[in-house]
């Protein structure tokens, strides 16, 4: 079980390195996180977007491109198409977003021709090592799905503990949020919660509680405090968000409120996805990419 990313890093170390496959990378911070993941052993670059503006780039942070296999691409449109098509033919390589809007990467992931589709719902896991919690805490969805169905967070749980899963992390505690911790027929999340639990509940691979108020879920001393004595409640791995608004804010609350780093990837293609904001340190970035490198190792098994 990982309870910092360092120990990911460390892990992903001792794997089989990946392809890692990145459309449009002309960001610093990017460039930066995948030079230093290629020098750990953990991946092999495959950079593809405008060959003269990578290599100045890479000229510009002394990175020497020995290693690097670089593809020319007319466009951001171009460089999706290709990258896509790349990841697609290998079934352990890592595709990721460089300097690209998602809805252009997303359009080529979700083609049926050459994407990466699935049976499974697309959702993004966000990974977040705050300072002042024990644990590395995951959520879901801060940015790909808006305003999940009830049916629709039934999935994005089946994507979120498959990934958990996949490092290591053994019955993992699963907290469905809401503004409270009672059922309100006017906040329809504490009812789709309560609708969820109850569905969930019997599973011998979860533990899963809600509706829960994000005190409820992360504290022990508000937990006691308010009455509730549940086995997620204060030790919740999984944070399971009724919309895109409310993920978001806490994703980007903490990163820059409460000094935490956070990674992301995108679930339920055939291949890992790294999709990093752009306001993203590299920090975030290398972590992303070795979460990606330790989650290939087992998902395939779902």
Same mark, same amino acid.
């Given at each position: 079980?990982?309870?910092?990313?360092?120990?990911?890093? *460390?892990?992903?170390?001792?794997?089989?390195?990946?392809?890692?496959?990145?459309?449009?990378?002309?960001?610093?911070?990017?460039?930066?996180?995948?030079?230093?993941?290629?020098?750990?052993?953990?991946?092999?670059?495959?950079?593809?977007?405008?060959?003269?503006?990578?290599?100045?780039?890479?000229?510009?942070?002394?990175?020497?491109?020995?290693?690097?296999?670089?593809?020319?691409?007319?466009?951001?449109?171009?460089?999706?198409?290709?990258?896509?098509?790349?990841?697609?033919?290998?079934?352990?390589?890592?595709?990721?977003?460089?300097?690209?809007?998602?809805?252009?990467?997303?359009?080529?992931?979700? *083609?049926?021709?050459?994407?990466?589709?699935?049976?499974?719902?697309?959702?993004?896991?966000?990974?977040? *090592?705050?300072?002042?919690?024990?644990?590395?805490?995951?959520?879901? *969805?801060?940015?790909?799905?808006?305003?999940?169905?009830?049916?629709?967070?039934?999935?994005?749980?089946?994507?979120?503990?498959?990934?958990?899963?996949?490092?290591?992390?053994?019955?993992?505690?699963?907290?469905?949020?809401?503004?409270?911790?009672?059922? !309100?027929?006017?906040?329809?999340?504490?009812?789709?919660?309560?609708?969820?639990?109850?569905?969930?509940?019997?599973?011998?691979?979860?533990?899963?509680?809600?509706?829960?108020?994000?005190?409820?879920?992360?504290?022990? !001393?508000?937990?006691?405090?308010?009455?509730?004595?549940?086995?997620?409640?204060?030790?919740?791995?999984?944070?399971?968000?009724?919309?895109?608004?409310?993920?978001?804010?806490?994703?980007?609350?903490?990163?820059?409120?409460?000094?935490?780093?956070?990674?992301?990837?995108?679930?339920?293609?055939?291949?890992?996805?790294?999709?990093?904001?752009?306001?993203?340190?590299?920090?975030?970035?290398?972590?992303?990419?070795?979460?990606?490198?330790?989650?290939?190792?087992?998902?395939?098994?779902?």
């Amino acid at each position: 079980m990982f309870r910092n990313f360092t120990q990911v890093v *460390d892990y992903a170390r001792k794997l089989e390195t990946k392809d890692l496959i990145v459309a449009n990378p002309h960001d610093r911070a990017n460039l930066i996180a995948i030079n230093d993941a290629y020098l750990m052993g953990l991946i092999r670059p495959v950079l593809v977007g405008d060959k003269k503006k990578i290599l100045d780039l890479l000229m510009e942070l002394g990175i020497n491109k020995k290693g690097y296999e670089i593809y020319n691409a007319e466009d951001k449109f171009d460089a999706a198409l290709m990258s896509v098509k790349l990841v697609s033919k290998q079934k352990t390589a890592i595709l990721m977003k460089g300097k690209i809007q998602s809805r252009v990467l997303l359009k080529e992931v979700l *083609d049926k021709e050459h994407g990466l589709t699935t049976n499974n719902i697309l959702s993004h896991i966000g990974i977040i *090592d705050i300072p002042n919690y024990h644990k590395l805490i995951f959520i879901s *969805d801060a940015v790909f799905n808006v305003l999940p169905t009830e049916d629709e967070k039934l999935d994005i749980i089946k994507n979120t503990f498959h990934f958990v899963d996949s490092l290591g992390i053994v019955k993992p505690k699963i907290a469905l949020i809401s503004a409270l911790e009672t059922v !309100e027929k006017d906040i329809p999340s504490t009812v789709e919660a309560r609708n969820i639990v109850n569905i969930l509940k019997d599973s011998d691979d979860f533990y899963i509680g809600g509706p829960f108020a994000i005190d409820i879920a992360v504290s022990h !001393e508000a937990a006691k405090a308010k009455g509730i004595n549940h086995v997620v409640a204060g030790d919740s791995d999984i944070l399971i968000f009724p919309n895109i608004e409310s993920a978001n804010t806490f994703y980007k609350s903490t990163t820059f409120l409460a000094n935490s780093t956070p990674a992301g990837l995108l679930l339920g293609a055939s291949n890992p996805i790294v999709l990093p904001s752009r306001s993203d340190s590299y920090k975030s970035k290398l972590y992303s990419i070795a979460l990606a490198v330790v989650s290939t190792e087992i998902l395939w098994k779902y």
